[in-house]
């Protein structure tokens, strides 16, 4: 491609195979010297020295979707990248659907000044054997990732960064085996001075993963979401906002969409989370999955559609006919 596209900025190569995500240029002049975005979602990459190769390649490129990847197998390469100071302009980084499962990986991660980052559905939250529940890692990459604003499609308000910096502080308190093993690849003592200097010192009480992961939970209990109808029977009704809690599973929300939208039948409500990463956006396939799982956040939008709608056609034709319903009367008295 080097030559051509050179105003392309966003660029979709998902599941294409690419295994080195992109081959290493060494030196050559970058190619599309505009884009700033390129998805390389589920392409079984497992080395992490992709990180390296895009960004030298990708000088522009600001956001780097590596979901459904092998990431995570063994750190070979990562240390060096979070060592790199090269100046870049990645900052927002997708990782979802890995096999990331050690504090390690987590420190070298951090290194990298981000704004966004996602990390969901990976084995240290997930599987068998997992080393956390996804709120307390939650709550160790904000203390971590002073810049960050979001995090797993969700904001990074300052009323949730406070306590889990506070709590990051009183895990160092206690001597915790997670600040050890995240101190193998980033300098936790830079870290905890950082943090002095916001909040001074923290006394450990009796601060636990269960209690941190409560107050994180309390903090976000609720969401607001913008449930907009797509289905061909529903077409001409308005979107609506309804505060739902993070916790509630897709069943549920199929039935308020439901009682909403009540021409699409419960058995063919269809939910979709949009994205702005994903053209098609996120189906919520997992029907006892909790909202949280598929990183819904605050402000949100979830497409409501019908599973008999089978071509984007019939929507049209619902959508045209709409309209001539609207503009028919006005026809008329014209005449």
């Known amino acids: 491609m080097r030559g051509h596209f050179p105003c392309l900025e966003n660029l979709q190569l998902a599941r294409n195979n690419l295994q ?33 190769r895009i960004v030298s390649a990708l000088p522009t490129l600001e956001s780097l979707h590596l979901n459904g990847n092998l990431l995570g197998d063994t750190l070979e390469g990562l240390a060096e990248l979070a060592a790199d100071e090269t100046p870049r302009c990645l900052v927002n980084l997708f990782l979802a659907e890995n096999r990331i499962s050690s504090w390690q990986a987590i420190g070298a991660l951090s290194s990298y000044t981000l704004l966004e980052l996602k990390t969901q559905r990976n084995p240290i939250t997930e599987g068998e054997s997992p080393l956390a529940s996804s709120q307390v890692l939650r709550q160790i990459v904000i203390a971590l990732m002073p810049t960050l604003v979001r995090l797993n499609a969700s904001e990074v308000p300052q009323k949730e960064r406070t306590p889990a910096e506070r709590y990051f502080l009183s895990l160092a308190k206690q001597g915790s085996p997670i600040l050890k093993a995240l101190g193998e690849t980033c300098s936790i003592d830079a870290h905890i001075a950082r943090l002095h200097a916001i909040h001074g010192e923290v006394v450990a009480g009796d601060v636990t993963e269960e209690a941190q992961a409560s107050r994180a939970a309390i903090v976000n209990a609720l969401v607001e979401v913008t449930l907009r109808p797509i289905g061909a029977a529903i077409l001409d009704q308005p979107q609506v906002k309804k505060r739902v809690p993070h916790t509630m599973t897709v069943v549920d ?39 949280g799982f598929y990183g819904v956040c605050d402000g949100a939008e979830i497409r409501v559609d019908d599973k008999n709608d089978q071509s984007f056609g019939k929507r049209e034709i619902k959508r045209v006919n709409n309209l001539s319903d609207r503009f028919a009367p006005a026809a008329e008295e014209e005449v």
């Open 20 to 52: 080195d995500g992109i081959p290493d240029f060494k030196g050559v002049p970058p190619a599309l010297p505009r884009l700033r975005s390129i998805v390389l979602d589920h392409n079984g990459i497992s080395d992490w020295r992709v990180l390296k």
């Open 253 to 291: 929300l199929k039935r308020l969409c439901h009682s909403i939208f009540k021409q699409v039948p419960l058995d063919r409500v269809n939910l979709i989370l949009a994205d702005p990463g994903l053209p098609f956006g996120l189906p919520f396939e997992d029907e006892s999955r909790e909202l």
